[in-house]
């Protein structure tokens, strides 16, 4: 049984770039939350998708913005991408708000 | 909003001595997660809490949510190099609030 897993696994951008990362969840998830984790800190939560609807978000700006497919996929994608934004992002899939099963993240950095 | 505080920040024992990581909330807990971290991977799911009073285990792991759910500690006995990693523990609120709130985690060396 696969959990979830994260594509890419690391990635480089420029200032001012956009970046899509993507998350497939665990099977018989069918709902995607991502997070952002800076160096020595605990995850953020940005926001979740559940029926392809955003159903929460946190305080994150409108850079950060998401989609969930059908097959209850995900992608989040930041615009304009700032040095601030260098952190490990990842994503978490459960069944209806319980039990969340996290993938192994995206390593973004930027410079 | 919700916050948690993990004490201590950072923990260094030798291997085979049991250890406590504290998790204190400033709201009631509808559920408390333990996750364990290697450094710069995903989270790995340990345990979760609800109900006041309880207690779970796992191999040599221990978690307990006190009877007012707002502190949980997580035990680990005779520790071994294989525990070493980061500890977080996430919070539920429960309701219409879908998020998890985390604590800045504890980092644990176990020296052989």
């Known amino acids: 049984d696969a959990g979830v897993t994260q594509s890419p696994t690391h990635l480089i951008k420029t200032r001012g770039q956009q970046v899509t990362l993507r998350c497939s969840p665990k099977s018989g998830h069918d709902t995607v939350s991502w997070y952002q984790q800076a160096l020595g800190q605990g995850p953020q939560f940005i926001f979740q998708?559940?029926?392809?609807?955003?159903?929460q978000r946190g305080n994150f700006p409108d850079r950060f913005s998401g989609h969930q497919f059908p097959n209850y996929s995900s992608e989040l994608n930041v615009n304009a991408l700032l040095l601030g934004d260098s952190a490990l992002y990842l994503c978490a899939s459960s069944l209806a708000g319980y039990g969340y099963t996290f993938g192994s993240g995206t390593r973004l950095t930027v410079v | 909003s919700q916050e948690l505080e993990q004490s201590p920040q950072s923990l260094i024992v030798q291997e085979g001595k049991n250890l406590t990581i504290n998790c204190t909330s400033s709201k009631t807990l509808y559920g408390l997660y333990w996750y364990k971290q290697k450094y710069g991977e995903g989270l790995i799911f340990l345990m979760m809490?609800?109900?006041?009073?309880e207690e779970k285990s796992h191999e040599k792991i221990t978690a307990k949510l006190d009877e007012k759910k707002q502190q949980s500690s997580l035990h680990i006995t005779a520790s071994q190099p294989s525990h070493a990693g980061i500890y977080l523990c996430?919070?539920?609120?429960?309701?219409?609030?879908?998020?998890?709130?985390f604590g800045k985690g504890t980092l644990l060396t176990v020296n052989p």
């Open positions: 809490l609800q109900k006041g009073g």
């Open positions: 996430g919070a539920d609120s429960g309701g219409s609030n879908y998020k998890l709130t």
């Open positions: 998708y559940y029926e392809e609807e955003e159903r």
